[in-house]
C-alpha cells in the first residue's frame, strides 16, 4: 500500500515536469533571441527564478499579467536528464476458455388445425380395412387341384373368377370326391357345381347363381351279428338343381338410413326311387333407421311339395317378423315376434317371441347375451337325406301313437328356446362363445332303422308325439397364437327328455370336434382335426305281448351305438407361387366305427395330389 502511493506521487511529478518544459520550448521565438543576446550571463538565474515564482501562482493570474494565453511569461531550461520509473506488469495467470457454451435455440415453427373438436365416446361404424396385398405369391383367380388315393380314391376341384372387376364378379366352381370301402359296396360320390354372378350397382347389389348336386351310395349296411351270406344291396343316388336371386340395397353410412332387401330362392330334388321334392322360398325384409333405434319387417313365403308313390303333400309356411332394436354403448337389444302360419298339410296359427339382449360385462372383451325365441321347422326330404343318406324308398312312419298324424312330413315346433351366455375376448386372439339353453320341441323327428325294409338296413322316421325338453351347452373356442398357429375347438352336451319316446333315436349327447393349423413355414402347412361323437340308441321293431289279466304291452329292445373318435390330418407344400402338392389322411386310428345302425365307416385312407394357381 505504502509502495503505491509512493508510485502515484512520482508519476505525477514525472507529468509536471514532462508538460512543463514542452510549454517553455512552445514560447515566441523572439524572447528567446533578445535574452541570449542581451545578457547571456543572466539567463540562467531569471529562467530558475520566473519558474520558482510562477509555480506560487494560479495559471489565470499569470495569463493576465504577461498578457501572453499561450504559456508561461519566461523561458524554462531543464538540466536534468528525465529517466521514467514503471511499476512491474501484472501479469495474467489464467488460460483462456475457449468451450463454445451458447446454448442452441432451434427456430419453432407451428400451423393451426382447422378442425373440429368431436367426441369420440360414441360408437361409430367401423370403416372397413383395405386387405393388404401378398407379398408371397402372384395375384390368381384361378385354381385347381387334383388327387388320388388307396380307397380307389378320386379327387378333384376347380375354382374361376373374373377377377377384380369392382362393378361385376362372375365365377363357378365344380368339385367331384368319390371312393370305395372294405366292404362290398361300400361306395360314395359327390359331384357338385355352381355359377353365379353379381352386380354392383349405384344403389343395389344384385347376385345370381344356379347350382347342381349329386350323391350316390349304396345300401350296403347289415347286422355284423349276423352278416348275409349274399345280399344285393341297392343303389340310391340324390339330384339336386337349385337356384336364387338377391337385391340388396347398398349400405351408406347416412343417418335416418332406409334399407332393404328380396330374395327368391327355390330347388328341385329326387332320388333314385322317383320321390321329389321342389321348393320357393321368397323372403326379404324393410329397415328404418332413427337415430339408435332400427324398426324393421321381415317377411317370407315358404312353399314346397313332397311327392312318392305313397303319398303326395304340400307343406307350406308365411312368416311375418316385426321387430324394433335399440343400440346403445354398451348394450343392444332386439325385440319382435315371430308369426307362423301353415297352410296345405297343416293349417295351424303360431305367436312365438323372438328377443335378444346383449350387454358388454367388460367393455370390448366380455359380452353377456340372452335370447328367447320359437318357431315351426320344417321337414324336409332333402334334409333328411343329408343328415342320413339311407332313407328308405316310400318314408314310413314307425309309430302307430294315437292321435298323430301320420303323414311322414309332419313339421316340428320349437315352442319356447331359452339360451343365455357370455362371448367376447379373453386375449388378443382369444376368442370364445359358452351358451346354456333349454329348448322346448314338439313331434320332434328322429330317424329309426326299419326292420321290416328292403334287406333290413333302410330307415324310417318317428315323431316323439308331444313336447320334449332339450337341456344343454355347448361352447367354442378359438386361440390364434400367432400367425403359424392356429387352435379351435366346439363342444355340445345335451339331455333329452322325450315325451313318448325311451330315447332321442341315434342322436348323441355328447359331441367334440377340435383341429389346429399350422404353417411352419411360407410353404409348408400342416392341419389336423378330431371329432368326438357320442354313444346313440337304436331300437328294433316294437313287439306287442298279450297280458294275461288282459289287455297288450308293446316292447322293444334297445340297440346301442358305440362312441367313436375320427383323427384325421392334413399337410400342403407350395413349391413356387404356381403349383403345390397336398396329401389327406382320415381315419388315422383306423376305428371303423357305426355311423349309424348297422353301417360302418370307411377305414384308413389317405390320398394326395396336385394343385395350381392359374
Same mark, same amino acid.
Given at each position: 500500500?505504502?509502495?503505491?502511493?509512493?508510485?502515484?506521487? !512520482? !508519476?505525477? !511529478?514525472?507529468?509536471?515536469?514532462?508538460?512543463?518544459?514542452?510549454?517553455?520550448?512552445?514560447?515566441?521565438?523572439?524572447?528567446?533571441?533578445?535574452?541570449?543576446?542581451?545578457?547571456? *550571463?543572466?539567463?540562467?538565474?531569471?529562467?530558475?527564478?520566473?519558474?520558482?515564482?510562477?509555480?506560487?501562482?494560479?495559471?489565470?493570474?499569470?495569463?493576465?499579467?504577461?498578457? &501572453?494565453?499561450?504559456?508561461?511569461?519566461?523561458?524554462?531550461?531543464?538540466?536534468?536528464?528525465?529517466?521514467?520509473?514503471?511499476?512491474?506488469?501484472?501479469?495474467?495467470?489464467?488460460?483462456?476458455?475457449?468451450?463454445?457454451?451458447?446454448?442452441?435455440?432451434?427456430?419453432?415453427?407451428?400451423?393451426?388445425?382447422?378442425?373440429?373438436?368431436?367426441?369420440?365416446?360414441?360408437?361409430?361404424?367401423?370403416?372397413? #380395412?383395405?386387405?393388404?396385398?401378398?407379398?408371397?405369391?402372384?395375384?390368381?383367380? &384361378?385354381?385347381?387341384?387334383?388327387?388320388?388315393?388307396?380307397?380307389?380314391?378320386?379327387?378333384?376341384?376347380?375354382?374361376?373368377?373374373?377377377?377384380?372387376?369392382?362393378? #361385376?364378379?362372375?365365377?363357378?366352381?365344380?368339385?367331384?370326391? *368319390?371312393?370305395?370301402?372294405?366292404?362290398?359296396?361300400?361306395?360314395? %360320390?359327390?359331384?357338385?357345381?355352381?355359377?353365379?354372378?353379381?352386380?354392383?350397382?349405384?344403389?343395389?347389389?344384385?347376385?345370381?347363381?344356379?347350382?347342381?348336386?349329386?350323391?350316390?351310395?349304396?345300401?350296403?349296411?347289415?347286422?355284423?351279428?349276423?352278416?348275409?351270406?349274399?345280399?344285393?344291396?341297392?343303389?340310391?343316388?340324390?339330384?339336386?338343381?337349385?337356384?336364387?336371386?338377391?337385391?340388396?340395397?347398398?349400405?351408406?353410412?347416412?343417418?335416418?338410413?332406409?334399407?332393404? *332387401?328380396?330374395?327368391?330362392?327355390?330347388?328341385?330334388?329326387?332320388? *333314385?326311387?322317383?320321390?321329389?321334392?321342389?321348393?320357393?322360398?321368397?323372403?326379404?325384409?324393410?329397415?328404418?333407421?332413427?337415430?339408435?333405434?332400427?324398426?324393421?319387417?321381415?317377411?317370407?313365403?315358404?312353399?314346397?311339395?313332397?311327392?312318392? %308313390?305313397?303319398?303326395?303333400?304340400?307343406?307350406?309356411?308365411?312368416?311375418?317378423?316385426?321387430?324394433?332394436?335399440?343400440?346403445?354403448?354398451?348394450?343392444?337389444?332386439?325385440?319382435?315376434?315371430?308369426?307362423?302360419?301353415?297352410?296345405?298339410?297343416?293349417?295351424?296359427?303360431?305367436?312365438?317371441?323372438?328377443?335378444?339382449?346383449?350387454?358388454?360385462?367388460?367393455?370390448?372383451?366380455?359380452?353377456?347375451?340372452?335370447?328367447?325365441?320359437?318357431?315351426?321347422?320344417?321337414?324336409?326330404?332333402?334334409? !333328411?337325406?343329408?343328415?342320413?343318406?339311407?332313407?328308405?324308398?316310400?318314408?314310413?312312419?314307425?309309430?302307430?301313437?294315437?292321435?298323430?298324424?301320420?303323414?311322414?312330413?309332419?313339421?316340428?315346433?320349437?315352442?319356447?328356446?331359452?339360451?343365455?351366455?357370455?362371448?367376447?375376448?379373453?386375449?388378443?386372439?382369444?376368442?370364445?362363445?359358452?351358451?346354456?339353453?333349454?329348448?322346448?320341441?314338439?313331434?320332434?323327428?328322429?330317424?329309426?332303422?326299419?326292420?321290416?325294409?328292403?334287406?333290413?338296413?333302410?330307415?324310417?322316421?318317428?315323431?316323439?308325439?308331444?313336447?320334449?325338453?332339450?337341456?344343454?351347452?355347448?361352447?367354442?373356442?378359438?386361440?390364434?397364437?400367432?400367425?403359424?398357429?392356429?387352435?379351435?375347438?366346439?363342444?355340445?352336451?345335451?339331455?333329452?327328455?322325450?315325451?313318448?319316446?325311451?330315447?332321442?333315436?341315434?342322436?348323441?349327447?355328447?359331441?367334440?370336434?377340435?383341429?389346429?393349423?399350422?404353417?411352419?413355414?411360407?410353404?409348408?402347412?400342416?392341419?389336423?382335426?378330431?371329432?368326438?361323437?357320442? %354313444?346313440?340308441?337304436?331300437?328294433?321293431?316294437?313287439?306287442?305281448?298279450?297280458?294275461?289279466?288282459?289287455?297288450?304291452?308293446?316292447?322293444?329292445?334297445?340297440?346301442?351305438?358305440? %362312441?367313436?373318435?375320427?383323427?384325421?390330418?392334413?399337410?400342403?407344400?407350395?413349391?413356387?407361387?404356381?403349383?403345390?402338392?397336398?396329401?389327406?389322411?382320415?381315419?388315422?386310428? &383306423?376305428?371303423?366305427?357305426?355311423?349309424?345302425?348297422?353301417?360302418?365307416?370307411?377305414?384308413?385312407?389317405?390320398?394326395?395330389?396336385?394343385?395350381?394357381?392359374?
Amino acid at each position: 500500500m505504502i509502495r503505491s502511493r509512493y508510485i502515484y506521487a !512520482l !508519476l505525477t !511529478l514525472v507529468i509536471v515536469f514532462y508538460f512543463a518544459p514542452a510549454n517553455a520550448q512552445n514560447k515566441p521565438t523572439k524572447n528567446k533571441k533578445a535574452t541570449t543576446t542581451k545578457k547571456p *550571463a543572466e539567463k540562467q538565474k531569471t529562467a530558475k527564478t520566473s519558474a520558482a515564482q510562477d509555480t506560487t501562482k494560479k495559471g489565470g493570474q499569470g495569463q493576465a499579467k504577461n498578457q &501572453n494565453p499561450g504559456g508561461l511569461s519566461e523561458e524554462v531550461v531543464v538540466t536534468t536528464a528525465y529517466k521514467p520509473v514503471l511499476a512491474d506488469a501484472v501479469k495474467i495467470r489464467r488460460n483462456p476458455d475457449l468451450e463454445d457454451k451458447t446454448p442452441f435455440k432451434a427456430p419453432l415453427t407451428y400451423f393451426p388445425l382447422d378442425k373440429r373438436l368431436e367426441r369420440n365416446t360414441d360408437i361409430h361404424q367401423l370403416a372397413a #380395412m383395405q386387405m393388404p396385398k401378398e407379398q408371397d405369391s402372384v395375384p390368381s383367380n &384361378n385354381y385347381a387341384r387334383i388327387g388320388v388315393g388307396n380307397m380307389k380314391t378320386t379327387f378333384g376341384e376347380v375354382y374361376i373368377n373374373n377377377g377384380q372387376d369392382p362393378n #361385376m364378379q362372375v365365377g363357378g366352381y365344380a368339385r367331384h370326391f *368319390a371312393q370305395s370301402g372294405s366292404i362290398p359296396k361300400q361306395n360314395e %360320390s359327390r359331384d357338385e357345381a355352381n355359377i353365379f354372378i353379381k352386380g354392383i350397382l349405384d344403389d343395389n347389389d344384385v347376385t345370381a347363381r344356379i347350382g347342381y348336386n349329386r350323391r350316390g351310395t349304396y345300401f350296403y349296411g347289415f347286422d355284423p351279428s349276423a352278416p348275409p351270406k349274399a345280399y344285393s344291396p341297392l343303389a340310391q343316388h340324390f339330384n339336386t338343381i337349385s337356384g336364387g336371386v338377391e337385391l340388396t340395397k347398398k349400405f351408406k353410412d347416412e343417418e335416418n338410413a332406409f334399407t332393404y *332387401a328380396a330374395k327368391i330362392d327355390g330347388y328341385v330334388w329326387d332320388n *333314385a326311387f322317383a320321390t321329389k321334392e321342389n321348393n320357393i322360398v321368397l323372403s326379404g325384409f324393410i329397415n328404418q333407421t332413427v337415430k339408435q333405434f332400427y324398426a324393421g319387417l321381415g317377411a317370407s313365403l315358404d312353399m314346397s311339395s313332397q311327392k312318392d %308313390s305313397a303319398y303326395s303333400i304340400n307343406n307350406n309356411l308365411v312368416r311375418l317378423n316385426p321387430y324394433l332394436k335399440f343400440q346403445g354403448d354398451n348394450y343392444k337389444i332386439d325385440a319382435g315376434l315371430n308369426l307362423v302360419r301353415g297352410f296345405g298339410a297343416t293349417t295351424k296359427a303360431y305367436i312365438f317371441p323372438a328377443a335378444r339382449l346383449e350387454f358388454q360385462v367388460i367393455p370390448k372383451y366380455v359380452r353377456l347375451f340372452a335370447e328367447v325365441k320359437g318357431d315351426v321347422n320344417k321337414t324336409s326330404l332333402r334334409d !333328411l337325406s343329408e343328415e342320413n343318406p339311407f332313407l328308405e324308398n316310400n318314408l314310413q312312419v314307425m309309430n302307430g301313437v294315437a292321435g298323430l298324424d301320420h303323414s311322414p312330413i309332419q313339421n316340428s315346433v320349437d315352442r319356447l328356446d331359452l339360451a343365455a351366455g357370455l362371448k367376447g375376448t379373453v386375449a388378443p386372439g382369444v376368442g370364445f362363445k359358452f351358451t346354456v339353453f333349454r329348448n322346448r320341441v314338439k313331434n320332434m323327428p328322429l330317424l329309426l332303422l326299419d326292420s321290416s325294409s328292403y334287406n333290413h338296413n333302410q330307415f324310417g322316421i318317428v315323431y316323439d308325439n308331444g313336447t320334449a325338453t332339450v337341456t344343454g351347452l355347448n361352447g367354442e373356442l378359438d386361440v390364434k397364437v400367432s400367425d403359424a398357429v392356429n387352435v379351435f375347438g366346439k363342444f355340445e352336451v345335451k339331455s333329452y327328455t322325450m315325451a313318448s319316446e325311451a330315447e332321442p333315436w341315434n342322436l348323441p349327447k355328447f359331441k367334440l370336434t377340435a383341429g389346429t393349423q399350422l404353417h411352419i413355414t411360407k410353404q409348408l402347412s400342416i392341419s389336423g382335426t378330431l371329432l368326438f361323437r357320442g %354313444s346313440t340308441f337304436d331300437r328294433t321293431s316294437p313287439v306287442t305281448v298279450t297280458n294275461p289279466g288282459g289287455g297288450t304291452t308293446t316292447t322293444f329292445n334297445l340297440i346301442p351305438i358305440s %362312441s367313436f373318435a375320427d383323427l384325421s390330418g392334413g399337410v400342403e407344400y407350395k413349391i413356387n407361387n404356381t403349383f403345390s402338392i397336398f396329401g389327406q389322411v382320415n381315419n388315422i386310428l &383306423n376305428s371303423n366305427p357305426q355311423i349309424w345302425r348297422n353301417y360302418q365307416a370307411y377305414g384308413f385312407n389317405i390320398f394326395g395330389g396336385v394343385g395350381a394357381h392359374f
